[in-house]
């Protein structure tokens, strides 16, 4: 993560095909502290600051759910602190939240508050 004209630009290394690519986004608010973990010493984003953000910049809804599916398996968080990392955020990105946590894992139901 840096800081480049007053812009936060992060970038999200993700593998497609087992080679390493990259995503630069901009944010609208800046990761606190607290949003920030340190991974084989790159800074990166939380998995609720990440999940949240991709919600709300409008990935499909099957997709976040994916996402949330995966992190609450690997324990890599709570369905309490995503819930908290959304409640800041538009009434739609919430609802979704408190939906997909609240919801069995294995219904396999996709639902988009809108």
């Known amino acids: 993560m ?6 936060i630009v992060g970038a999200l290394i993700a593998a497609w095909d087992g080679a390493p690519a990259a995503r630069v986004h ?7 502290k607290a949003e920030i ?9 939380s998995p609720e600051r ?14 976040v ?8 398996e690997r324990g890599l968080t709570t369905p309490r602190r995503l819930t908290e990392a959304a409640s800041g955020r538009s009434a739609r ?3 979704f ?5 609240s919801r069995p894992p294995d219904d ?3 639902r988009d508050p809108l």
């Open 37 to 45: 973990r340190n991974v084989e010493g790159l800074p990166v984003t």
């Open 2 to 7: 840096a800081e480049r004209g007053g812009e």
């Open 93 to 95: 990105v919430h609802r």
């Open 26 to 32: 901009t944010l609208n608010r800046p990761p606190t």
């Open 97 to 101: 939240m408190v939906g997909a946590v």
């Open 50 to 63: 990440t999940i949240v953000d991709s919600l709300e910049a409008g990935v499909q809804p099957e997709q």
């Open 65 to 72: 759910e994916m996402a949330i599916g995966q992190a609450l």
């Open 108 to 110: 396999g139901a996709i």
